[in-house]
């Protein structure tokens, strides 16, 4: 900035031409420093890891020579050399990870999982969804068909070519198991959906349900239970697993009211510009924007 507010008062202060070429020079010289100073300075990437916990990825030391597409060109990079950034996620990937619970799995809920769970790997494109469906169909790893007003599977696509263009991303557009599309291609009746046994995977929790207590409830109400009720607090750290593991195979049915209090008490308070952020921030959420002072 000093050889900045120089070069503005060259005329005023009467440089000769040796001078001129020397703050020139001068000038180059410490926008060079201050790019490397900030390349050296934003080192350290911090993000939510498959475990629910925040992950701290120590870049080293970079230099503006490091990528050419820039500071954000090389930390994505590195994610994706880490594996935490898929340019395109296998169709392997989704028929392991086929959630336990569902008997068809609405495209829209298998694009919302790759930007709500910590276990699926991120994506710089959200149509490489649509590519990682169009494989699968074509490989046999699972089919695709829409749903008519009478709750039958239209439009089936099953171990043939389909394209990108092909694949509707939408809640009443669903991925089929490879065991019932191979039925209802061949005409038969699809067999009763029986559910995979869970893999055991690095950083991932088994979760396995009480299901003597199911059976109980279940027995006392011929028709299955009318609904499930939980109210507790969930650690900031895990709000995605919460919504993965237990929200995520209720959501396609409807019916599901999530009701959220927060409450915010840093050691030094809230200051009127944050508490205006979040008051902005709810309304880009199209949320109601009233919130309450804490005494």
Do not use: C
């Amino acid at each position: 900035m000093a050889w900045e507010a120089l070069n503005d008062e060259k005329d005023d202060l009467q440089l000769d031409e040796s001078q001129q070429r020397q703050l020139g020079e001068q000038k180059r010289r410490s926008a060079l420093d201050l790019k490397e100073a900030v390349w050296n300075a934003y080192r350290h990437v911090v993000f939510l890891g498959k475990d629910g916990a925040l992950r701290h990825l120590d870049l080293g030391l970079i230099h503006s020579s490091s990528a050419t597409d820039g500071l954000v060109g090389l930390i994505i990079s590195r994610l994706k050399q880490d594996g935490e950034i898929e340019p395109e996620p296998s169709a392997g990937f989704l028929a392991r990870n086929w959630p336990t619970a569902l008997a068809e799995w609405p495209t829209k809920a298998v694009r919302d999982a790759f930007f709500a769970s910590p276990l699926f790997p991120r994506l710089i494109d959200p149509d490489a969804v649509r590519r990682t469906i169009a494989k699968g169909v074509g490989e046999g790893l699972f089919g695709y068909a829409g749903k008519d007003a009478g709750g039958n599977y239209v439009g089936l696509r099953f171990k043939r070519p389909t394209s990108e263009a092909d694949v509707e991303i939408s809640e009443g557009v669903m991925l089929l198991p490879k065991e019932t599309a191979e039925a209802l291609a061949s005409g038969a009746q699809p067999p009763e959906y029986q559910k995979p046994q869970p893999e055991t995977a690095v950083g991932r929790e088994t979760v396995t349900p009480d299901e003597d207590w199911l059976k109980t409830e279940a027995a006392a109400q011929p028709v299955g239970l009318r609904g499930l009720l939980w109210e507790g607090e969930v650690p900031w750290g895990k709000w995605m697993q919460f919504y993965n593991k237990v929200l995520s195979r209720f959501t396609p049915l409807g019916g599901v009211k999530l009701t959220v209090k927060a409450e915010i008490k840093p050691p030094e308070g809230v200051s009127p510009q944050k508490a205006s952020e979040t008051k902005a921030a709810l309304r880009d959420l199209g949320l109601d924007d009233t919130v309450s002072p804490v005494e």
